[in-house]
């Protein structure tokens, strides 16, 4: 399962940079889960991998930050039995993460006025609501 991650289209993590680690996983089971080692961690070296661009490595140490520790981006799986699964898991969770951080920012937001036509609808129409309450009244005040 050593082939490369592709996070976009892109983007592409050579399985060179990724590096795997086996132990024993908790939860489900059984006996089965004392002999093998199904938990994988995947980790990635964000700030010394040569395939992430340098434009690209400095939104995602900033969007990732929390999350690195000395650079490096771990993660757990460990929600199969299978150890192969879980290996998919991982490479998976690191794709769409990668993926989320290499996204470009969202557009800037211009602020904009209401026109003076909206501005007399609303009037309008909170001055009918009014009247329609007022009607309502037993004893109107005017």
Avoid: C, Y
């Amino acid at each position: 399962m050593a082939e490369d991650l592709t996070v976009t289209r892109t983007l592409v993590i050579p399985a060179s940079e990724l590096r795997e680690r086996f132990s024993r996983s908790s939860g489900p089971g059984g006996q089965h889960v004392n002999t093998t080692d199904s938990r994988v961690e995947l980790s990635f070296d964000l700030t010394n991998s040569p395939s992430v661009p340098e434009w690209l490595r400095t939104r995602m140490l900033d969007r990732l930050a929390t999350r690195l520790v000395d650079g490096v981006l771990t993660i757990a799986a460990s929600e199969h039995r299978a150890q192969l699964q879980n290996r998919a898991a991982a490479r998976e969770r690191l794709a769409s993460l990668l993926r989320a951080a290499a996204a470009a920012p969202p557009p800037v937001r211009r602020a904009t006025k209401p026109s003076r036509g909206a501005k007399e609808r609303r009037i309008a129409a909170k001055k009918r609501r009014g009247i329609t309450k007022r009607n309502r009244r037993a004893f109107p005040e005017d």
